[in-house]
Each structure stands twice: as structure tokens, then as C-alpha cells.
């Protein structure tokens, strides 16, 4: 999806007065979603989380995963209104519409939002559910499912070209911006995102965590320790 936010941001009015903004660095926006909110998460809402649910972490790795993935959700939804207005602000005969590029910005937000719920989120999961023997084949397995995700996005994007360009049509994505409809690629996107939700609500629900028997041993020794301090 980066690399669609960039083309987007390419036909917008990117000026600041004298000075052009180039469309690849709104991604700082990601980049900086993504430093703030996993202080938000450390600071705020684990210890929120905490007290509401018991749970020292805040919320489980299954848990965030599935935010992680409704945040993803919002993103392809805001960015597709953000290609609505852009052809709405289209002047006639002209490339680049009239539309800020700073539109991008709750789009970028939110999928830096995402990766910390998301991505962080199933890393640890791998390295909470593997024995000690093989955590760094679980941190390979998570590095291969983003490999794979992008993947299938650019296989996605291919086929959605094919698709809706048959014929004199010049589909949702084609090489002038101004004659396509992007912010349907976006919607769809959204859905199929919506559909893997669902999915994954039924994977999560049905996986039973793996306790390791280097966190049942630690229980026992914990609870010696507070006996010997109770008696002190």
C-alpha cells in the first residue's frame, strides 16, 4: 500500500509555498504514528488495560493483533475518502489536483497505529508461544508473513488492474489517477480486511495458548519469594 499512498500523493497539491514536498516523505507520518503510539501503549493503556482486565500485559498478543487489524481496516477507509475528495478537486486538463497532500495524513497515522498493534503484537506472540529452542524460527515465521503479505498486495494490485481494465476501460488504477477510481481499490481492500477480521476472530478463538514449563516453574518460585519477605 506504501507505494499507492506515494502515486496518490503524487496528483495532489503538495506546495509550500515556494517549496515542493515530495510524496514519499509524508511516510515520516508512519514513522512518527508509529514512535508516539507505542509510548500511548506502554505508558496508557497497559496500565488501563491492567486494571480493567487483570492482566499484567494490558491486553494479550490475540488481542492486539485484532485491533491491529481493525486500525489496518480504518486506514484503507480513510484513505479512500481522501481519493474521493482528490478527485473531487480536480481541475479539468490538469494532473495534480487542487486537494492538500496533507489529506494523507490520518491514513499514514493509522497504519503506523496498526503496525505497532499488529506487527509487534504477533512478534511477540511467536516468541511467547515457541520453546527457548526455536523463538528465532517464530521471529523468522513473523518477518516471513509480512514478506508474504506484500506479496499478495502487489498480486492484488495486478489483478484489480486486469480486471477492471478490459477493453477501452481504463480500470481502477491506471497510469493517469485522474481517470481511475482508486477509492474503490481502497474499499475493497477495507472489506477484504473486515472478512479477515472475522476470520481471525474464529482462529483466535479456537487456538488454547501453549503454557511452557519455564512459566509454570517460575510461579512456584515467586510465590517462595513472597513467603520469605512475608516472614522478614
Request: charged share 15%.
Amino acid at each position: 500500500m506504501a507505494s499507492l499512498f506515494v502515486e496518490q500523493g503524487d496528483v495532489m497539491n503538495s506546495n509550500i509555498g515556494n517549496f515542493h514536498l515530495p510524496a514519499a516523505s509524508m511516510s515520516a507520518f508512519d514513522v512518527c504514528s508509529v514512535l508516539i503510539c507505542t509510548g500511548i501503549y506502554r505508558q496508557i493503556l497497559v496500565p488501563l488495560a491492567g486494571k480493567l482486565s487483570g492482566n499484567p500485559k494490558g491486553l494479550t498478543e490475540l488481542q492486539r493483533m485484532g485491533i491491529g487489524l481493525i486500525i489496518g481496516m480504518l486506514a484503507m477507509v480513510a484513505a479512500g475518502v481522501t481519493e474521493i475528495e482528490r478527485l473531487r478537486h480536480v481541475i479539468p486538463g490538469e494532473k495534480v489536483s487542487t486537494l492538500s497532500i496533507f489529506w494523507q495524513i490520518p491514513q499514514y497515522v493509522l497504519v503506523g497505529a496498526s503496525e505497532v498493534f499488529m506487527y509487534i503484537g504477533q512478534l511477540e506472540f511467536f516468541n511467547d508461544q515457541a520453546p527457548d529452542g526455536i523463538k528465532s524460527f517464530g521471529s523468522s515465521l513473523c518477518m516471513a508473513s509480512m514478506s508474504l503479505g506484500n506479496y499478495t498486495s502487489s498480486l492484488l494490485v495486478n489483478m484489480i488492474m486486469k480486471i477492471t481494465g478490459k477493453g477501452d476501460k481504463p480500470g481502477w488504477i491506471p497510469e493517469d489517477l485522474n481517470t481511475g477510481h482508486m477509492d474503490r481499490f481502497y474499499f475493497l481492500i477495507a472489506v477484504l480486511t473486515a472478512f479477515d477480521f472475522v476470520f481471525y476472530l474464529f482462529c483466535a478463538k479456537w487456538y488454547k495458548a501453549i503454557v511452557l514449563e519455564d512459566s509454570v516453574k517460575e510461579v512456584p518460585m515467586e510465590n517462595k519469594q513472597e513467603d520469605v519477605l512475608s516472614i522478614v
